[in-house]
């Protein structure tokens, strides 16, 4: 999580398309999400000022470490008004205490809350352009705060989001891009569950070794990693060139798998490769080695039956 700006590229314009049943996808995820999802304190409120500070500790630290510091935190000084009127020194040294980093953080955090007091009466701004008026709150603070307080906010466009819109919906990676698909995905008036729901996603399906099924990823149907096998994204390193690879031929067995049932080694194979031949260079070993690749990851499942390996998704 980043307030730090990028310019974006010139391709701003670059195709990529999102499903025509955008709100089946939007269910989709909405529903995984609410069903089963890891459990933060900071989730379980819509205090502007908890929320804050959750999101300034989260910047750069493990969530983990996050919980037992802002439950500290949150205990020395509930309320702005009470960070207000803290020595800053004080807040300073319970950064460093609880290893936070970039003090500099605990500095305008502590700012923050005097503006706060002395600006806003005590309450916060509830939208983003607002809350960017705060100290040390750049424009995905500023967003995070409105959508999980004020359920106000834009569509939260961080380093998950981005890699699960390149990997779901072939988003080029160009921050205008990004920011034009992510907007497009989000209902209208759902920032707050939809902005967790999406980052929750980048962070325990879509990671940067993505675990679609183990986590139960909910658009894999839509999904043209899943289909490709192709899951190169913006912070994920480049891979070999895509043609004639495994991960080609890897996403045309997913693909002809989902058009059939099951399907017999040598019924599959020239459907892979039209120079597949059981005894050649791709054939029957070669082909099994892509079975068993996709079977590890939990993608298909084979069997021998009377002789013949055969194939199937999984289910």
Known sequence: MSDAESDPASDSDADYSLPEDLPAVRDALTAWYEEDHRQFPWRETDDAYEILVSEVMSQQTQLGRVVTAWEAFLDEWPTPQALADADRADVVGFWTDHSLGYNNRAKYLHEAAKQVVSEYDGEFPDTPEELQNLMGVGPYTANAVASFAFNNGDAVVDTNVKRVLHRAFDVPDDDTAFEKAAAEAMPEGKSEVWNNAIMELGGVACEKSPKCDSAGCPWREWCHAYETGDFTAPDVPTQPSFEGSRRQFRGKVI?????????????????????????GEYGREWLEGLLSDLAEDGLVEVEQRDGNLVAWLQK
């Open 255 to 279: 693909s002809i798998l989902k058009e059939y049932d099951e399907l017999a080694l040598d019924t599959l194979g020239p459907r892979v490769r039209v120079d597949y031949a059981p005894g």
